[in-house]
């Protein structure tokens, strides 16, 4: 599973979306994206609500704490969105020791409230964990001994005896609709294979639950046959990283192909370069390093897998030997070449490419 963070107002979509396909349930929330593009004259006709009610608006970063940093603005109208927006558009913030400018914000109805609820799934390789609390909100953390949690393993079906226990104690004449919409979202969290998703807050408005604040986290390896229910989902790096242009050219193969190529520089000046075949077999080769004490020293994280063709394979090594052989400093260095069981995949195919990439790149091993 590769866990991939996606921004609130994509979580808020596709649960809006398919809540109501898979247990009709109606949610109220409306959201707006804003980025440098954006127009708001054009964003006003789209979504008119925006020019008809007052307004909250926040960074879309992948980043918490937002309300704590100050980063929050409540009961806005558009023109003042449009300002507060204006004024902090590409201005660089730091966040738990990441620094990067804010490129993305969500807009919302601003929603009056009293009570906070907090709600979050979790899953693991042996099954969900589902967490609720009637103590949600900027003070979740101090408050998690109010959290109720349960597991449901892999093979057991959500009901509404499991969700029993976290809503035993809420008022009568809300217990059933929290346990109806608990048990909702979980059927969105599976359908749409999620791996996290967390609000927190949501409220009941007009006895009705309404998500205020979301994070959620899907499975891209599941994306091959969700295409048509994710829509045009986006994986932003995380707050704070940007790609090297090594890593640039290579997400830029990975999205021309149907294979799966991924490299990440870890250590630029590394010693130990690895270009390992399958997600397994590549985490194992970097856990190993790791393990016999040379962490400090991994230059890289790359697997390739899904049958890339020679000449991919090709393009892909060339980039590898190029990081792991660059600045000699005269100290000895290493390239790990191996991989897992091929299911599908051509290794003749992709060791030919790979042994072309070493051939052309043969000076570059002798002036290390």
């Given at each position: 599973m590769a866990r991939k963070k996606i921004r609130e107002y994509d979580s808020k979509r596709l649960l809006k979306e398919h809540l109501k396909r898979l247990a009709n349930i109606n949610l109220q929330i409306r959201s707006a994206q804003v980025t440098e593009a954006t127009d708001f004259t054009e964003l006003t006709n789209q979504e008119a609500w925006l020019s008809s009610t007052k307004l909250v608006v926040k960074p879309d970063m992948l980043f918490g704490k937002r309300g704590k940093s100050g980063l929050v603005a409540l009961k806005l109208d558009l023109a003042e969105v449009a300002e507060f927006v204006k004024a902090r558009l590409g201005s660089e913030v730091e966040m738990g020791g990441c620094k990067a400018p804010i490129t993305t914000f969500i807009v919302e109805p601003f929603v009056p409230h009293d009570q906070e609820y907090y709600l979050s799934v979790v899953s693991d390789r042996l099954g969900c964990t589902i967490s609720f609390s009637e103590c949600g909100g900027i003070e979740i953390e101090e408050n998690w001994d109010k959290v109720k949690t349960v597991f449901l393993p892999a093979e057991k079906p959500m009901t509404l005896e499991v969700c029993a226990p976290l809503i035993a104690t809420l008022p009568l004449e809300v217990r059933g609709k929290i346990g109806s919409f608990i048990m909702g979202v979980f059927?969105?969290?599976?359908?749409?294979?999620?791996?996290?998703?967390?609000?927190?807050?949501?409220?009941?408005?007009?006895?009705?639950?309404?998500?205020?604040?979301?994070?959620?986290?899907?499975?891209?390896?599941?994306?091959?046959?969700?295409?048509?229910?994710?829509?045009?989902?986006?994986?932003?790096?995380?707050?704070?990283?940007?790609?090297?242009?090594?890593?640039?050219?290579?997400?830029?193969?990975?999205?021309?192909?149907?294979?799966?190529?991924?490299?990440?520089?870890?250590?630029?000046?590394?010693?130990?370069?690895?270009?390992?075949?399958?997600?397994?077999?590549?985490?194992?080769?970097?856990?190993?390093?790791?393990?016999?004490?040379?962490?400090?020293?991994?230059?890289?994280?790359?697997?390739?897998?899904?049958?890339?063709?020679?000449?991919?394979?090709?393009?892909?090594?060339?980039?590898?030997?190029?990081?792991?052989?660059?600045?000699?400093?005269?100290?000895?260095?290493?390239?790990?070449?191996?991989?897992?069981?091929?299911?599908?995949?051509?290794?003749?195919?992709?060791?030919?490419?790979?042994?072309?990439?070493?051939?052309?790149?043969?000076?570059?091993?002798?002036?290390?």
């Open positions: 059927a969105v969290f599976q359908d749409l294979d999620f791996s996290f998703l967390e609000m927190n807050p949501f409220t009941l408005v007009d006895g009705e639950p309404y998500p205020l604040d979301m994070r959620g986290e899907l499975d891209d390896t599941a994306a091959f046959k969700n295409f048509n229910k994710w829509g045009d989902i986006e994986f932003p790096l995380p707050f704070g990283r940007v790609l090297s242009p090594t890593e640039s050219f290579i997400h830029g193969l990975d999205e021309k192909t149907s294979a799966s190529l991924k490299f990440t520089v870890l250590n630029p000046k590394g010693r130990i370069w690895t270009m390992v075949a399958g997600g397994g077999a590549s985490v194992i080769y970097a856990d190993t390093v790791g393990d016999l004490g040379y962490a400090s020293e991994l230059g890289n994280y790359a697997e390739y897998s899904g049958a890339p063709n020679e000449e991919e394979v090709l393009q892909y090594a060339r980039v590898v030997i190029d990081c792991a052989t660059a600045d000699p400093d005269g100290r000895k260095r290493a390239l790990l070449i191996g991989g897992g069981i091929a299911n599908f995949t051509d290794v003749a195919a992709t060791f030919s490419g790979i042994i072309r990439a070493l051939r052309e790149k043969v000076r570059s091993f002798n002036s290390c």
